[in-house]
T-cell receptor
Framework: AQSVTQLDSHVSVSEGTPVLLRCNYSSSYSPSLFWYVQHPNKGLQLLLK??????LVKGINGFEAEFKKSETSFHLTKPSAHMSDAAEYFC?????????????FGSGTRLQVQP | DGGITQSPKYLFRKEGQNVTLSCEQNLNHDAMYWYRQDPGQGLRLIYY???????QKGDIAEGYSVSREKKESFPLTVTSAQKNPTAFYLC???????????FGAGSRLTVL
């Protein structure tokens, strides 16, 4: 079975400082990994995805994530936080290798950005 | 614009009542999914469908039912057998072979 662990339930940063949201995964297959963002009472929007190409993945709004197989990690970073980045972020692993075409979600990290 | 439409956005239900949440997509996607979201628990898969007239149970299917009579539509019924139905429900869809999902804006169900 595949699983994903988001190491922080809440992260608070000041505007203009770097953002780091941590994610570890376990998978019996070559995983596909994603980060989604959710603003309050909204659906989820794809930030970026890793599907076995380049290990450093660039996404929308200045976010990027690095796939590290040796550490089974897929941490999300951004050099400089903006107030509009305040939201909940989900790290997601694909179950496709397990024969089920669905995604497994982490429990989420709520990012707070202080002015 | 293509997308997924969920309705209603907010729904209140009395205990013992069945309610149906609508999910419609115009993305021509084969696969559709229902997730339940509770605070601090991420999203949990209720049901999914990879093709019309076929669907599979997810991790928390008890107390829920679905149908997939049309490619565009995947309604979810929350039955009276669901013990704790108050939650935010998200519908999603994905194309064949793709594992990127497009999500609707969600429906918030509250049991009074």
């Amino acid at each position: 079975a595949q699983s994903v662990t988001q190491l922080d339930s809440h992260v608070s940063v000041s505007e203009g400082t770097p953002v780091l949201l941590r994610c570890n995964y376990s998978s019996s297959y070559s995983p596909s990994l994603f980060w989604y963002v959710q603003h309050p009472n909204k659906g989820l929007q794809l930030l970026l995805k890793y599907t076995s190409a380049a290990t450093l993945v660039k996404g929308i709004n200045g976010f990027e994530a690095e796939f590290k197989k040796s550490e089974t990690s897929f941490h999300l970073t951004k050099p400089s936080a903006h107030m509009s980045d305040a939201a909940e972020y989900f790290c997601v692993v694909s179950d496709h290798g397990a024969g089920r075409r669905a995604l497994t979600f982490g429990s989420g990290t709520r990012l707070q950005v202080q002015p | 614009d293509g997308g997924i439409t969920q309705s209603p956005k907010y729904l209140f239900r009395k205990e013992g009542q069945n309610v149906t949440l609508s999910c419609e997509q115009n993305l021509n996607h084969d696969a559709m999914y229902w997730y339940r979201q509770d605070p601090g628990q991420g999203l949990r898969l209720i049901y999914y469908s990879q093709i019309v007239n076929d669907f599979q149970k997810g991790d928390i299917a008890e107390g829920y039912s679905v149908s997939r009579e049309k490619k565009e539509s995947f309604p979810l019924t929350v039955t009276s057998a669901q013990k704790n139905p108050t939650a935010f429900y998200l519908c999603a869809s994905g194309g064949t072979g793709a594992n990127v999902l497009t999500f609707g804006a969600g429906s918030r169900l509250t049991v009074l």
